[in-house]
Protein backbone atom coordinates (compact mmCIF):
# COMPACT_ATOMS: atom_id res chain seq x y z
CA UNK A 1 0.00 0.00 0.00
CA UNK A 2 2.61 2.46 0.37
CA UNK A 3 4.24 2.42 -2.68
CA UNK A 4 0.88 2.70 -4.19
CA UNK A 5 0.74 5.64 -2.06
CA UNK A 6 3.72 7.02 -2.88
CA UNK A 7 2.65 7.09 -6.43
CA UNK A 8 -0.02 9.59 -8.36
CA UNK A 9 -3.03 8.04 -8.57
CA UNK A 10 -5.45 8.53 -11.05
CA UNK A 11 -9.37 8.66 -10.43
CA UNK A 12 -9.79 5.16 -12.23
CA UNK A 13 -6.60 3.54 -10.33
CA UNK A 14 -7.85 5.43 -7.04
CA UNK A 15 -11.77 3.79 -7.02
CA UNK A 16 -9.89 0.39 -7.98
CA UNK A 17 -7.70 0.79 -5.24
CA UNK A 18 -10.78 1.77 -2.92
CA UNK A 19 -12.36 -1.76 -3.18
CA UNK A 20 -9.62 -3.25 -0.81
CA UNK A 21 -10.32 -0.69 1.91
CA UNK A 22 -12.08 -0.63 4.96
CA UNK A 23 -12.56 2.85 5.12
CA UNK A 24 -13.74 5.94 3.10
CA UNK A 25 -11.24 7.68 1.33
CA UNK A 26 -10.78 11.19 -1.14
CA UNK A 27 -8.40 11.43 -4.15
CA UNK A 28 -6.86 15.09 -3.68
CA UNK A 29 -4.32 15.85 -6.17
CA UNK A 30 -3.34 11.96 -6.87
CA UNK A 31 -3.20 11.34 -2.84
CA UNK A 32 -5.18 8.91 -1.63
CA UNK A 33 -6.65 11.11 1.67
CA UNK A 34 -8.82 9.67 4.96
CA UNK A 35 -11.70 11.99 5.28
CA UNK A 36 -12.47 13.70 8.25
CA UNK A 37 -15.35 11.22 9.61
CA UNK A 38 -13.59 8.17 8.72
CA UNK A 39 -10.38 9.34 10.84
CA UNK A 40 -12.39 11.02 13.63
CA UNK A 41 -15.88 9.49 13.48
CA UNK A 42 -19.05 11.53 12.93
CA UNK A 43 -20.13 13.67 16.35
CA UNK A 44 -23.51 12.74 17.56
CA UNK A 45 -24.68 16.18 15.64
CA UNK A 46 -22.70 15.84 12.59
CA UNK A 47 -24.15 12.47 12.11
CA UNK A 48 -28.16 12.76 13.18
CA UNK A 49 -28.03 16.03 10.90
CA UNK A 50 -26.60 13.92 7.90
CA UNK A 51 -29.35 10.86 8.60
CA UNK A 52 -32.10 14.12 9.07
CA UNK A 53 -31.39 14.99 5.59
CA UNK A 54 -31.39 11.62 4.40
CA UNK A 55 -34.81 10.87 5.64
CA UNK A 56 -36.44 13.91 4.80
CA UNK A 57 -35.39 14.36 1.22
CA UNK A 58 -35.46 10.07 0.43
CA UNK A 59 -39.50 10.51 1.77
CA UNK A 60 -40.17 13.35 -0.05
CA UNK A 61 -38.03 12.30 -3.24
CA UNK A 62 -39.41 8.36 -3.38
CA UNK A 63 -40.43 7.17 -6.73
CA UNK A 64 -38.65 10.28 -8.02
CA UNK A 65 -35.69 10.11 -10.62
CA UNK A 66 -33.28 11.97 -7.84
CA UNK A 67 -32.10 10.33 -4.88
CA UNK A 68 -29.95 10.88 -2.02
CA UNK A 69 -26.90 9.49 -1.43
CA UNK A 70 -24.44 8.65 1.48
CA UNK A 71 -20.78 9.70 2.12
CA UNK A 72 -20.04 6.07 -0.08
CA UNK A 73 -20.80 7.75 -3.34
CA UNK A 74 -17.61 10.14 -4.21
CA UNK A 75 -17.84 13.13 -6.90
CA UNK A 76 -15.16 13.82 -9.93
CA UNK A 77 -13.93 17.29 -8.95
CA UNK A 78 -10.42 18.88 -10.68
CA UNK A 79 -8.52 18.05 -7.66
CA UNK A 80 -9.64 14.01 -7.87
CA UNK A 81 -12.59 12.97 -5.67
CA UNK A 82 -14.65 14.09 -2.69
CA UNK A 83 -17.40 12.32 -0.78
CA UNK A 84 -19.89 15.17 0.21
CA UNK A 85 -21.78 14.18 3.41
CA UNK A 86 -25.18 13.69 1.29
CA UNK A 87 -25.71 14.45 -1.94
CA UNK A 88 -28.62 13.85 -4.14
CA UNK A 89 -28.11 12.05 -7.39
CA UNK A 90 -30.54 12.14 -10.85
CA UNK A 91 -28.64 10.25 -12.96
CA UNK A 92 -28.15 6.21 -13.23
CA UNK A 93 -24.53 5.34 -12.19
CA UNK A 94 -22.90 2.48 -14.18
CA UNK A 95 -23.27 -0.65 -12.12
CA UNK A 96 -21.21 -0.61 -9.37
CA UNK A 97 -20.04 2.14 -9.68
CA UNK A 98 -18.23 4.44 -7.01
CA UNK A 99 -18.82 7.60 -8.89
CA UNK A 100 -22.03 9.27 -8.61
CA UNK A 101 -23.54 10.16 -12.13
CA UNK A 102 -25.31 13.59 -12.31
CA UNK A 103 -25.01 15.14 -8.87
CA UNK A 104 -27.61 17.86 -8.32
CA UNK A 105 -27.44 18.77 -5.10
CA UNK A 106 -24.67 18.59 -2.75
CA UNK A 107 -25.06 18.74 1.24
CA UNK A 108 -21.97 19.27 3.87
CA UNK A 109 -22.48 19.24 7.14
CA UNK A 110 -19.88 21.41 8.94
CA UNK A 111 -18.31 20.15 12.02
CA UNK A 112 -15.56 22.77 14.05
CA UNK A 113 -12.69 20.91 12.19
CA UNK A 114 -13.87 20.75 8.94
CA UNK A 115 -15.59 24.69 8.73
CA UNK A 116 -12.93 26.86 7.28
CA UNK A 117 -12.13 23.75 4.32
CA UNK A 118 -15.74 22.93 3.62
CA UNK A 119 -16.75 26.00 3.21
CA UNK A 120 -13.63 27.15 1.07
CA UNK A 121 -11.97 24.93 -0.91
CA UNK A 122 -14.43 21.67 -1.10
CA UNK A 123 -17.07 24.50 -2.17
CA UNK A 124 -14.98 26.15 -5.02
CA UNK A 125 -14.73 22.13 -6.35
CA UNK A 126 -18.00 21.48 -6.45
CA UNK A 127 -18.61 25.04 -7.84
CA UNK A 128 -16.76 24.17 -11.16
CA UNK A 129 -19.12 21.13 -11.78
CA UNK A 130 -22.09 21.73 -13.97
CA UNK A 131 -24.05 19.24 -12.76
CA UNK A 132 -24.05 20.80 -9.33
CA UNK A 133 -27.05 23.24 -8.94
CA UNK A 134 -27.14 23.40 -5.02
CA UNK A 135 -24.61 23.25 -2.34
CA UNK A 136 -25.82 23.08 0.94
CA UNK A 137 -23.09 23.96 4.32
CA UNK A 138 -25.04 22.86 6.94
CA UNK A 139 -24.07 24.37 10.58
CA UNK A 140 -24.16 21.96 13.81
CA UNK A 141 -24.01 24.32 16.78
CA UNK A 142 -27.21 26.25 15.40
CA UNK A 143 -29.87 25.56 12.80
CA UNK A 144 -28.30 27.87 10.30
CA UNK A 145 -27.88 26.93 6.47
CA UNK A 146 -25.79 28.81 3.74
CA UNK A 147 -27.79 27.51 0.51
CA UNK A 148 -25.08 27.99 -2.68
CA UNK A 149 -27.18 27.89 -6.17
CA UNK A 150 -26.18 28.51 -9.27
CA UNK A 151 -28.06 31.13 -11.78
CA UNK A 152 -27.57 32.51 -14.88
CA UNK A 153 -24.53 34.71 -13.90
CA UNK A 154 -22.72 32.10 -11.75
CA UNK A 155 -23.65 31.28 -8.19
CA UNK A 156 -25.37 33.35 -5.27
CA UNK A 157 -25.96 32.32 -2.04
CA UNK A 158 -28.58 33.04 0.64
CA UNK A 159 -28.29 32.54 4.60
CA UNK A 160 -31.22 30.65 6.25
CA UNK A 161 -31.58 30.50 10.22
CA UNK A 162 -34.36 29.48 12.64
CA UNK A 163 -36.04 25.87 12.95
CA UNK A 164 -39.59 27.73 10.97
CA UNK A 165 -37.06 28.33 7.62
CA UNK A 166 -37.74 26.59 4.32
CA UNK A 167 -35.03 25.39 1.87
CA UNK A 168 -36.75 25.55 -1.43
CA UNK A 169 -35.04 23.00 -4.20
CA UNK A 170 -37.23 23.55 -7.16
CA UNK A 171 -33.80 21.71 -8.76
CA UNK A 172 -35.24 18.42 -7.81
CA UNK A 173 -38.46 19.49 -7.07
CA UNK A 174 -39.04 19.48 -3.35
CA UNK A 175 -37.98 21.10 -0.15
CA UNK A 176 -36.42 20.53 3.10
CA UNK A 177 -37.64 22.25 6.10
CA UNK A 178 -34.93 23.11 8.30
CA UNK A 179 -37.25 21.58 11.31
CA UNK A 180 -36.64 18.11 9.66
CA UNK A 181 -33.03 18.89 8.73
CA UNK A 182 -32.92 19.32 13.00
CA UNK A 183 -35.16 17.08 13.91
CA UNK A 184 -34.12 16.16 17.60
CA UNK A 185 -31.75 18.21 18.79
CA UNK A 186 -31.50 20.77 20.84
CA UNK A 187 -29.92 24.04 21.04
CA UNK A 188 -29.03 27.22 23.08
CA UNK A 189 -31.92 30.08 23.21
CA UNK A 190 -29.02 32.36 21.53
CA UNK A 191 -28.00 30.09 18.99
CA UNK A 192 -31.77 29.70 17.57
CA UNK A 193 -32.65 33.66 17.58
CA UNK A 194 -28.89 34.33 15.90
CA UNK A 195 -29.01 35.42 12.74
CA UNK A 196 -26.78 33.31 9.90
CA UNK A 197 -23.57 34.45 8.91
CA UNK A 198 -21.71 34.21 5.71
Not at 65 to 71: A, I, K, M, N, S
Not at 117 to 137: C, G, M, N, P, S
Request: charged share 30%; hydrophobic share 35%; proline share 6%.
Amino acid sequence: MGEQLRKKMTVEEFFEWQKSQDKNYELVDGIPVLTVKAMTGASDRHDAITVNAIVSLGGRLRGKPCQPRTQDRAIRTFRGTRRPDVLIECGKPEKKSWEAADPRVVIEVLSPSTTRYDRFQKLEEYKVLTAVHVILLVDTEAPRVTVWRRNESGWGYEDLAGLDAIIWLPEIETELPLAELYAELSFDPGDLAQPASS
